[in-house]
């Protein structure tokens, strides 16, 4: 007969031997343990595809895991934005958050994401450059050619953007629209085709920020810039307020994830590419391609994002560009 004060004794043998048999009792597995995909919502070969590929490894040795570049374009960004802001919220899937697909294209259509519900933001790495170029034999020597020209042919000038309900597209649009013209809107998935269509004879001018390389090796002319100050590559091009028109735009790139996502896998996240942002090489590259290297935290870039949404959905109301949801 075992006695009572013996039952402790045999309990703790028995658990002993049943934790022998099933190996140590340990913590999950720290984050992360497999590959990580960044999805780029703009086709390959463009300013942001290139200077997320620099970024990419150097994040990657930080986390160590690799992180996979993956190019999910269409929509000005809206459909790459709503393939990752779907994934599963556990640190395996980020993407870019760029102002088109956050504060733009939900007021202009249906998106099958919520970008103030369903998108976390952790840090803002810079801002596009952003203007109206054309070839470099283009007849068009300043905006105020192009603006005549279109003023007396409505319909005639087209222009290349990274898709509809883009930045660049919307402020090209708002141009028009104080200009008093009327222009061409031919979307691309991407800034590196639409500046192979302009150098094609495709398009008569293009809107995307991949204008920089074309400009500085002599194939294409900058008329005018959108940002609010001159583009320092570019300080004798004029800025549209400068030119009387009230448009301007801060078109910024950031990473973000899905809502959901752990906060210390998003901290660990934000640590990695945040070194990656610092790295010297990533600097001279976004230097190369005339982008404005500005980190913010993601705190931070998600109320700019929350103004923004709010009011390019009046901008959009008022230019009757809204679509019947």
């Not at 390959?44 to 996979?68: H, Y």
């Not at 934005?81 to 504060?103: C, H, N, R």
């Not at 402020?171 to 629209?177: C, D, I, M, P, Q």
Request: with cysteine; glycine share 10%; hydrophobic share 40%.
């Amino acid at each position: 007969m075992i006695r009572l004060r013996t039952i402790p004794i045999v309990c703790f043998l028995f658990l002993a031997a049943f934790s022998h048999l099933n190996g140590p009792v340990r913590a999950a597995d720290p984050y992360p343990q497999k590959p990580i995909e960044f999805v780029v919502t703009f086709a390959a070969g463009g300013s942001t595809d290139v200077i997320v590929r620099a970024m990419a490894p150097i994040a990657a040795k930080e986390l160590g895991q690799p992180v996979i570049v993956s190019n999910k374009a269409g929509g000005g960004g809206s459909v790459g934005t709503a393939f990752w802001a779907s994934q599963k919220p556990d640190g395996y899937t980020v993407g870019i958050v760029s102002l088109g697909p956050m504060e733009i294209q939900p007021h202009l259509t249906k998106v099958p994401y919520d970008p103030l519900k369903d998108i976390v933001p952790f840090m803002q790495f810079g801002e596009y450059p952003q203007g109206l170029a054309v070839k470099a034999d283009s007849p068009f020597k300043n905006l105020k050619d192009l603006i005549e020209y279109a003023r007396q042919n409505p319909g005639k000038v087209t222009y290349g953007t990274t898709g509809v309900g883009g930045a660049p597209h919307i402020t090209t649009e708002r141009l028009a629209l104080e200009a008093g013209v009327k222009l061409t809107h031919i979307p691309y998935k991407g800034g590196a085709p639409a500046i192979t269509a302009l150098l094609g004879g495709h398009v008569t001018a293009t809107s995307v920020a991949e204008f920089v390389l074309q400009v500085k090796g002599g194939t294409a002319r900058l008329l005018a810039t959108y940002n609010p100050q001159r583009l320092s590559d570019f300080p004798n091009v004029p800025t549209l307020k400068e030119l009387g028109y009230r448009v301007t735009l801060s078109n910024y790139i950031g990473i973000g994830v899905p809502a959901g996502t752990p906060k210390d896998i998003t901290e660990k996240l934000h640590k990695a590419f945040k070194k990656a942002y610092d790295d010297p090489s990533v600097k001279e590259l976004m230097k190369k391609w005339a982008v404005e290297a500005t980190y913010d935290s993601g705190d931070e870039l998600a109320k700019k994002i929350r103004v923004g949404y709010r009011e390019y959905g009046e901008i959009i109301k008022k230019m009757g560009l809204r679509e019947e949801k």
